[in-house]
């Protein structure tokens, strides 16, 4: 088949979307698809790196394109909104036979235009839960919040499909369409390099900490903002490293938060037992990751929690807050421990006692870590990609 992905953003600037992006490309083309991605150029001498996804290159229709100020990270390239550039004019002459958006907005109309012209089925997926970033529009936040969801419905109307990354977001999407419609929404989580992280070589993160050989280290990854409940995880951390001496914790990435947690681990007198790796390449952040013996995770915002799948193969029990698309990674009391979050004045001090729990029983946190290890093909790329190309091929037929 010709699949043509359109994307909001995409490498080198690193997320989970783009992550996502690459991985579905580049499992698509290992099946033998011909797959052209629709992306935002990268900014001039940027160059696209490795993240780790197995399978070729795919091919790419550059859109003109540009930095978004203070709201976006760096490195955060947006298209421009127009509808007749070079790349859009080799998007159609693609004549793809399935056309898939991984965003309902810039890109996502660009995508409606392709499937349209082409009469091919437009396929969306679902990556992000839009209305809980409206902290960052200040007084304007509520009402965005509505005119989003306003805008969301009128889009899924031209869906052949939804794909949903988890079943809680499924059933939430489900929830907000006509019974005629709620049998498009399918649920295909993301997969991951189940092999590569069995296989990468882990980096141990005391000796760059300065931390004795002894040490018990709960790790943390992913963009560091407000949305991510990072607080929630350092207060958390906070709890544990004053119950168990030979904890440490490893906060791996980057953000706008980052500076605010430093202050905050200061305050709280953890000094060196709390380590920030900053913003690092995915190929290091991971390697780093699999050199911890627990993962910790509080957010509460994502679709899937991609990380979770990544700790999870790489041997790491999780301890995880309740939250959407948690229980599609973490089976409770078999690779991890997933704590309730409400009520939430009380949420960091259940996740640091499960973190406790965890650091002093040896036995268990080992076999959870085995169960995470050997269990992780259910999180393969290549099972994942079998899955979107049945809803294509059914989408198609």
Excluded at 192 to 206: M, W
Excluded at 273 to 290: I, K
């Amino acid at each position: 088949m010709r699949v043509l992905l359109a994307t909001e953003s995409y490498l080198p600037y690193v997320s989970g979307v783009t992550v996502s992006v690459d991985a579905q490309a580049r499992s698509l083309a290992a099946r033998g698809h011909d797959v052209l991605v629709l992306a935002p150029r990268p900014d001039a001498g940027d160059r696209i790196e490795p993240v780790g996804s197995p399978g070729p290159e795919p091919s790419y229709a550059w859109l003109p394109s540009y930095q978004l100020p203070w709201i976006a990270p760096a490195g955060y390239r947006m298209p421009w909104p127009l509808p007749w550039t070079d790349a859009m004019a080799a998007a159609t002459a693609f004549r793809a036979e399935i056309v898939h958006a991984h965003s309902p907005f810039v890109s996502g109309l660009m995508a409606r235009r392709v499937a349209a012209a082409a009469r091919a089925p437009l396929v969306f997926t679902h990556h992000t839960r839009f209305t809980d970033y409206r902290h960052y529009l200040g007084v304007l936040a509520r009402p965005a919040a509505s005119a989003i969801d306003a805008y969301l419905g009128a889009f899924w109307k031209a869906c052949s499909a939804i794909v949903a990354p988890s079943g809680d977001l499924a059933e939430e999407i489900r929830g907000r369409l006509p019974a005629a419609r709620r049998d498009r929404v399918h649920v295909i989580a993301t997969g991951i390099d189940v092999e590569g992280l069995r296989a990468l070589a882990p980096i141990d993160p005391r000796a760059d900490a300065g931390w004795p050989a002894s040490s018990i280290v709960v790790a943390s990854l992913g963009r560091l903002a407000p949305e991510k409940s990072p607080m929630t995880m350092l207060e958390a951390a906070a709890i544990a490293l004053r119950e168990e001496p030979d904890l440490r914790l490893l906060v791996i990435g980057g953000g706008p938060s980052e500076e605010g947690l430093r202050q905050g681990a200061a305050s709280r007198g953890l000094g060196t037992r709390v380590h920030f790796s900053g913003r690092l390449p995915r190929p290091d952040a991971l390697a780093r990751l699999a050199g911890a013996d627990l993962f910790v995770f509080a957010s509460r915002t994502e679709t899937q929690g991609l990380v979770l799948a990544e700790a999870l193969a790489a041997g790491l029990p999780a301890v995880a807050v309740d939250g959407p698309g948690v229980r599609d990674s973490v089976r409770d009391g078999i690779d991890g421990v997933i704590v309730a979050a409400e009520p939430p004045v009380s949420r960091a001090g259940r996740l640091g006692e499960a973190i406790v729990a965890l650091a002093r029983d040896g036995e268990r946190r080992e076999a959870m870590a085995h169960r995470a290890r050997d269990d992780a093909d259910r999180f393969s790329v290549e099972a994942r990609a079998g899955e979107m190309e049945s809803l294509y091929q059914a989408l198609r037929g």
